[in-house]
């Protein structure tokens, strides 16, 4: 019987080994697959950030019409640019003409930041307000 139990011992001790051993080996396969999967990521959220800007450039600058105001001294428009590009006033049209007597601090709106353009006073209708390729167009 001592010899029985010797060998059930001994059988016991290497089947312990034998899981420890595939419980190891599972893991070092799993951890590296998990850091393939990591390294991958990490390269598709660049992949993602670097397109996205690139179409933010390629649209040029990505523009905002943040408050309009008449009164009897104008018209004046607050515009900020939340692009990566600096941005451009090229023309001023108002009802499909092109707007006289304007002025602006819009020349060369950087990005993060804001611009007034002044139009005469009594202006009414549509404004489109042309930088580059971009137009923002309002009623006022």
């Not at 104008?74 to 640019?81: I, P, Q, S």
């Not at 451009?88 to 007034?116: D, H, N």
Request: a neutral charge; aromatic letters at 6%; hydrophobic letters at 45%.
């Amino acid at each position: 019987m001592g010899a029985t139990t010797a060998l059930h011992k001994s059988s016991g001790v290497s089947e312990v080994v034998s899981s420890v051993s595939m419980l190891a080996i599972t893991i070092a396969v799993l951890g590296g697959v998990a850091l393939i999967s990591l390294g991958s990521l990490r390269s598709a959220n660049g992949v993602l950030l670097t397109g996205s800007e690139n179409a933010a450039s390629e649209a040029g600058v990505l523009l905002t019409v943040v408050a309009t105001q008449s009164n009897s001294s104008g018209t004046y428009v607050w515009l900020f640019n939340y692009g990566w590009n600096q941005a451009g006033l090229t023309s001023v049209y108002v009802g499909g003409g092109l707007a006289q007597g304007w002025s602006s601090s819009c020349s060369a709106l950087q990005p993060k930041e804001m611009c007034v353009l002044q139009l005469p006073p009594g202006t009414h209708g549509t404004v489109a307000i042309t930088f580059g390729a971009r137009t923002v167009s309002l009623s006022v």
